[in-house]
């Protein structure tokens, strides 16, 4: 029922050929998608506040998309594992805004490990889960977890926060519009880390019929 599949970045796995070449027409158009993608989603963001434009989608297929963008960024020390539960159903979401929450929280992971290490991508149905003050029959949760050094416990309470980063190059801005964007959708994040493992899960609700 769950699938797993371990992704490596090397010069024999398909992703990996994009950067030596051997596809160039690929590697354009990730490039040419993901621009239009970004240009939307900064009309979005940054004029006047609309809401998501809400539509059902698979959480796989954004969890895809991202791991496709990370996997051209990365290098051969990066193993990306996804371990995923077919039978999830549809959520209601805005893909471009999902898939800018889901990337800035695996780029925060890969930054974490300096490029080094691996990530999970996992998904799995809650039942009778409460996000605020509504209780929902089916939340499906995806997590992105990686066995980095874990969040610096100076920051860790705060790490949603706008311009909070223990990284001297890093914004502070990629985890709290990750978090702002789940928030229009209704859901929630969170993060458990440790030394060694950091998980953050986002629980989006199922419409309920």
Excluded: W
Aim: contains cysteine; negative net charge; hydrophobic residues 35%.
């Amino acid at each position: 029922m769950v699938v797993d599949n371990d992704y490596m970045m090397n010069e024999n796995c398909p992703f990996c050929s994009l950067m030596y070449g051997s596809d160039p027409r690929e590697f354009t158009r990730i490039i040419i998608a993901e621009a239009d993608r970004l240009s939307a989603l900064v009309n979005r963001l940054t004029g006047s506040y609309r809401p998501p434009a809400m539509r059902p989608l698979n959480v796989h297929q954004v969890l895809e998309h991202v791991r496709k963008l990370v996997s051209v960024e990365a290098n051969s020390s990066l193993v990306i594992t996804r371990d995923y539960d077919p039978s999830l159903p549809d959520v209601a979401g805005d893909s471009d805004q999902l898939i800018q929450a889901l990337l800035n929280i695996v780029r925060n992971a890969v930054q974490a490990m300096e490029g080094r290490g691996r990530i999970v991508l996992r998904t799995r149905i809650e039942r009778q889960f409460t996000v605020g003050n509504h209780r929902y029959r089916n939340v499906v949760r995806a997590d992105v977890e990686d066995n980095g050094p874990g969040v610096d416990d100076k920051i860790k309470e705060q790490i949603f926060f706008p311009m909070v980063t223990s990284r001297p190059e890093g914004s502070g801005l990629g985890l709290a519009i990750a978090e702002e964007i789940i928030c229009r959708h209704g859901g929630l994040i969170d993060c458990e880390s440790e030394q060694g493992s950091t998980c953050f899960s986002i629980y989006l609700p199922v419409e309920e019929g």
